[in-house]
């Protein structure tokens, strides 16, 4: 477990070194005893042995006796549902003015 921000990933290494979960970003949208963070990754295709397109997870983290805590997360599949969530966030809040 981490014990601070800076070590959270959620890039996965195989106890043979293969990774099979490969972290390429990472934004930090929230710190303290509950953080956010939003991760950009790819998961390794074990039949072709290569990365599949990059997804993206927002994870949520509880900071419990020192140690970050994985609590919730919620993975962005494809290009398509990111564009889709981002213009509804856009024409939300752009309704608020």
Do not use: C
Not at 15 to 28: F, H, M, N, S, W
Not at 66 to 84: D, E
């Amino acid at each position: 477990m981490a014990e601070t921000i800076e070590e959270l990933t959620i890039q996965w290494e195989e106890p043979d070194g293969t990774i099979t979960v490969k972290e390429l970003q990472k934004e930090i949208l929230t710190k303290g005893s509950w953080t956010t963070i939003m991760y950009l990754y790819q998961d390794l295709d074990r039949k072709k042995n290569e990365f599949g397109e990059p997804k993206v997870r927002i994870q949520r983290y509880r900071k419990r006796d020192g140690q970050f805590l994985p609590q919730s997360k919620f993975n962005i599949t494809n290009g398509k549902q990111a564009h889709q969530m981002a213009d509804i966030l856009q024409r939300w809040y752009k309704a608020e003015g």
